[in-house]
């Protein structure tokens, strides 16, 4: 693959004094996209043109589909072997070959190519680079559907390196992809073997359609009757184009790909799937679709209705979009997975949007698993990150629970950095980690740890203190009752488990008052509750349930080490001297 993807990013050597390394992109991707189906269409041209004689429109869609299962067609006369028969020809030829598509091929467009078109003629490098071009053979006999998405990949990600830009921002690496994959999958894997399996899979952050590829790879490595049918949305348009495109490649059907903000306009809104996955980006603001989040959120069971997160970071909007795009229980049910950095963990305190969110999902039972990932996973990042696994119709087993698994151990180092990504999670690790998921309560307690929803619960109560007058009284108000001193007021979280309550929320006052009478009164007697501000509040300390205590060395050890290093000093000084 990398011998094929560095000959077509070697073309790009055409390019250079016309372009600068950045816009390269621009003319290499939509240029192989071109050719890959060019390559496609070639058994079937004769047989398209002849249908484009008898039909137009939707009739030739139809007739198309029918006689050589293809979802596109192309009824120009042109091809990359007639194009170069005509070098003066070439830009105009071009255009007419990529205008006689059909209208569900609007990829061309979105990469502006009929801009680099006129670029490259006007420089005269346009049938230089359509003739190495057509010295590439794409056909999937040639070159799979998995060995394309590669392609896609690999050129998507020289053209981020070379713009300086954050390849993570367009795909995310396929180690992750393919262990949130089998985490999905792994409650289905009976259903999932049956001769006609028909499932769908959705991605609202789509990107160039790597978790989409995966996912079907995947699926059909297991059963080569399933059918899996992709959906995806994405918000760029190269991405967009290039997904597509690879969508169209794979026989799915191409209006399944949607371009547009997925949380200001669900292209799929009155959809529902049986697997959903995302990795959304990361501390990136929301402010351009506010307007319609925050209209969205004043409907109740809206997609929103449940807490908004800061302006500053649009993360947690994506968690709660793929808790309401998983296929409802009494129609099966659905599984989502979705890739999240630490903050939506525990950012936070009771009360405020991130907080209601969490205490949605669990009290509603969503969160079936979260899996922490070793640091250093992802291209443009090398900060902690997490998979959260979703499900809305858990196994008996697992109802009423949520397993924490611990895989930042379970790295391996690559070879060579891409990126901030030097590490990845082999076959072994993660079959490591499904087989943690798998055993559930009987797993290795170091690496697995399963809590209910109440473990994550606390309630933070708002605690005064009388204001004194200048002779050290309190001072009351009308009613007798005492006026607080704000400079003194201070909250305590108090756990919904704290003094072994069982009851959740249900045991609420008397574990306050325990709590009260046992953390507060013994240090400020005077003090009281004001119930009026007490706040439900959840957060899921991961870190802290696998912190493994190690004790310092022996001052012994320090004292013999502090005594070798001054020994050195001392002579290095004595050389001074000398």
């Known amino acids: 693959m990398s011998k094929l993807g560095n000959f077509v990013w070697g073309i790009a050597d055409q390019l250079r004094g016309v372009y600068k390394p950045h816009q390269y992109g621009g003319v290499i991707l939509p240029f192989t996209i071109l050719r890959r189906l060019d390559c496609i269409l070639e ?57 006689g598509f059909s209208a569900n091929i609007d990829v061309f467009e979105r ?8 670029t490259l003629d006007e420089k005269n490098r346009l049938y230089l680079v359509t003739s190495q071009f057509a010295e590439v053979d794409l056909h999937p006999d040639r070159v799979p559907n998995a060995e394309m998405g590669d392609l896609f990949e690999h050129l998507i990600y020289k053209f981020a ?42 991605d609202p952050t789509a990107g160039t359609g790597g978790m989409l590829s995966v996912a079907e790879e995947r699926l059909l490595e297991r059963n080569p009757d399933a059918r899996l049918r992709l959906y995806g949305q994405e918000i760029n348009d190269q991405s967009y184009a290039i997904c597509k495109s690879d969508m169209i490649a794979k026989g799915q059907d191409v209006d399944n790909i949607r371009l547009g903000d997925t949380l200001s306009d669900d292209q799929f809104f009155d959809r529902t799937f049986d697997f959903c996955m995302s990795n959304p ?53 659905g599984r989502a997975g979705i890739v999240l950095n630490g903050s939506p963990l525990f950012t936070g305190a009771a009360g405020s949007g991130p907080s209601q969110i969490r205490k949605w999902l669990l009290e509603s039972d969503l969160v079936e698993a979260i899996i922490a990932l070793p640091t250093n996973m992802f291209f443009n990042t090398g900060i902690a990150t997490y998979i959260w696994i979703l499900d809305n119709t858990k196994q008996p087993e697992r109802q009423g629970k949520i397993q924490l698994i611990d895989a930042t151990s379970f790295w391996t180092k690559m070879r060579k950095s891409l990126g901030a990504k030097n590490r990845e999670l082999d076959a072994d690790a993660r079959d490591r980690i499904l087989a943690l998921y798998d055993a559930l309560d009987d797993a290795d307690p170091d690496y697995s740890k399963v809590f209910t929803a109440d473990d994550f619960g606390y309630w933070t109560i708002t605690v005064e203190r009388p204001l004194l007058d ?22 305590e979280n108090i756990p919904f488990t704290y003094g072994g309550n069982t009851q959740g929320q249900h045991g609420r006052d008397a574990t306050i008052a325990q709590y009260f009478h046992t953390e507060v009164l013994p240090h400020v007697p005077d003090a009281w509750i004001d119930e009026k501000k007490t706040k439900v509040g959840y957060e899921i300390p991961f870190t802290r349930h696998f912190y493994k205590y190690i004790p310092p060395r022996p001052l012994v050890e320090i004292d013999a080490d502090l005594n070798k290093q001054v020994a050195k000093i001392m002579d290095l000084l004595r050389e001074v001297e000398g």
């Open 43 to 99: 058994p079937h041209r004769d047989e398209i043109r002849s249908l484009a004689e008898q039909y137009d429109g939707g009739a030739l869609d139809v007739q198309v589909r029918r006689k050589t299962g293809l979802s596109f067609y192309n009824t120009s006369p042109f091809d990359f072997t007639t194009l170069l028969e005509d070098p003066e020809g070439v830009q105009a030829n071009l255009m007419d070959y990529i205008t």
């Open 111 to 118: 990469f502006k190519f009929e801009n680099e078109l006129a």
């Open 161 to 202: 390196e070379a713009s300086n830009e954050e390849a993570g921002e367009h795909y995310t690496p396929r180690d992750a992809i393919r262990l949130m994959v089998d985490l999905l999958f792994a409650e289905e894997n009976i259903a999932l073997l049956e001769p006609g399996t028909v499932r769908t899979i959705y």
């Open 281 to 333: 980006p990361y501390g990136v603001d929301w402010k351009a679709s506010a307007e319609a989040v925050k209209k969205e959120a004043l409907a109740p069971n809206s997609r929103f209705s449940h807490g908004l997160p800061s302006i500053g970071d649009g993360q947690m909007l994506f968690l709660c979009h793929l808790a309401s795009k998983m296929r409802a229980p009494h129609d099966g049910g």
């Open 470 to 491: 200048d002779d050290g009284n309190p001072v009351t108000d009308r009613r007798g009752n005492p006026k607080p001193d704000t400079k003194k007021r201070d909250t």
